[in-house]
């Protein structure tokens, strides 16, 4: 279990690096004359990604989940490929990358890395982390209710991001 709790942890001290990217990014952005869009879901996300650390923790260790090999190593290996897709995504945006919806007005649409592929790839590794990182010691509750509330966050999300986007192509 100790291994479990390292890697949650490890995960979120990941996602404590992002925020110090985005928030030098932001700081970019904003001094480019960026418009921010999607304030309103902005907390939602925060507690949902903050929620379900707290929520693999606890299922794992209150509920006594157990690790299943089988389960856990593929289930494993998928959280690490979620980073990387994640980082690739960091990589390639540069300093448009951002956890919240800023556009800079006469920006051009990054193209390249992951977004030669996919509209959204970084929220191809969300969804697979927040699948597979409660799987790794079975705590398939976790892994179930913030994949259904992930699922509505998303469509938000998306939505919103795309209306930005198509207002920096209109621009």
């Given at each position: 279990?100790?291994?479990?709790?390292?890697?949650?942890?490890?995960?979120?001290?990941?996602?404590?690096?992002?925020?110090?990217?985005?928030?030098?990014?932001?700081?970019?952005?904003?001094?480019?004359?960026?418009?921010?869009?999607?304030?309103?879901?902005?907390?939602?996300?925060?507690?949902?990604h903050?929620?379900?650390?707290?929520?693999?923790?606890a299922?794992?260790?209150?509920?006594?989940r157990?690790?299943?090999?089988?389960?856990?190593?593929p289930?494993?290996?998928?959280?690490?490929?979620?980073?990387?897709?994640?980082?690739?995504?960091?990589?390639?945006?540069?300093?448009?990358?951002?956890?919240?919806?800023?556009?800079?007005?006469?920006?051009e649409?990054?193209?390249?890395?992951?977004?030669?592929?996919?509209?959204?790839?970084?929220y191809?590794?969300v969804?697979?982390?927040?699948?597979?990182?409660?799987?790794?010691?079975s705590?398939?509750?976790?892994?179930?209710?913030?994949?259904?509330?992930?699922?509505?966050?998303?469509?938000?999300?998306?939505r919103?991001?795309?209306?930005?986007?198509?207002?920096?192509?209109?621009a």
């Amino acid at each position: 279990m100790l291994w479990y709790i390292l890697l949650v942890l490890a995960v979120a001290l990941e996602r404590l690096a992002e925020l110090v990217v985005a928030q030098r990014n932001g700081r970019r952005s904003l001094a480019r004359g960026a418009v921010e869009s999607g304030r309103g879901h902005y907390p939602v996300m925060v507690v949902l990604h903050t929620g379900l650390l707290v929520a693999c923790l606890a299922e794992a260790v209150l509920l006594d989940r157990p690790f299943i090999p089988a389960l856990g190593v593929p289930m494993l290996a998928l959280v690490v490929l979620a980073q990387a897709l994640r980082w690739w995504c960091i990589v390639s945006l540069g300093d448009a990358w951002n956890t919240r919806v800023l556009v800079v007005p006469g920006a051009e649409p990054v193209r390249s890395g992951p977004y030669r592929f996919l509209r959204h790839p970084n929220y191809v590794a969300v969804v697979v982390e927040i699948i597979a990182l409660p799987l790794v010691h079975s705590a398939w509750l976790t892994a179930l209710t913030f994949t259904v509330a992930n699922a509505a966050l998303l469509t938000v999300r998306i939505r919103c991001e795309d209306r930005a986007l198509a207002q920096l192509a209109t621009a």
